[in-house]
């Protein structure tokens, strides 16, 4: 069993800054990639940033610029920074992993969400 939980979301001003954390727990033995997706309200989940096991990332054009993906394999975390906020990032913002059990058996998991408000 795998686990996905993510921290850090809240209300911000416009322009402000938020750093979201996923903690992945389980029986994870190796880790490909990992990303962050969001939904807002009457919208598909759409793919914000991803990052592969080396380090490669890519971001939706919307975020290019303002936000950076990170992550910590030694602590199994994902990050996202995510600065000059603006309210259409107003989202649930969720972390996604896939990769491998010790048994060889893929596996993919999806986080709660946490929730992003950008608001004045």
């Known amino acids: 069993q795998v686990q996905l939980v993510e921290s850090g979301g809240g209300l911000v001003q416009p322009g402000g800054s938020l750093r979201l954390s996923c903690a992945l727990s389980?029986?994870?033995?190796?880790?490909?990639?990992m990303g962050w997706y969001r939904q807002a309200p009457g919208k598909q989940r759409e793919l914000v940033a991803i990052i592969t096991r080396g380090g490669s990332t890519n971001y939706a054009d919307s975020v290019k610029g303002r936000f950076t993906i990170s992550r910590d394999n030694a602590k199994n975390t994902l990050y996202l920074q995510m600065n000059s906020l603006k309210p259409e990032d107003t989202a649930l913002y969720y972390c996604?992993?896939?990769?491998?059990?010790?048994?060889?058996?893929?596996?993919?998991?999806w986080g709660q969400g946490t929730q992003v408000t950008v608001s004045s």
């Open positions: 996604n992993a896939d990769g491998k059990s010790y048994s060889g058996t893929y596996l993919t998991s």
């Open positions: 389980g029986s994870w033995f190796i880790i490909n990639a």
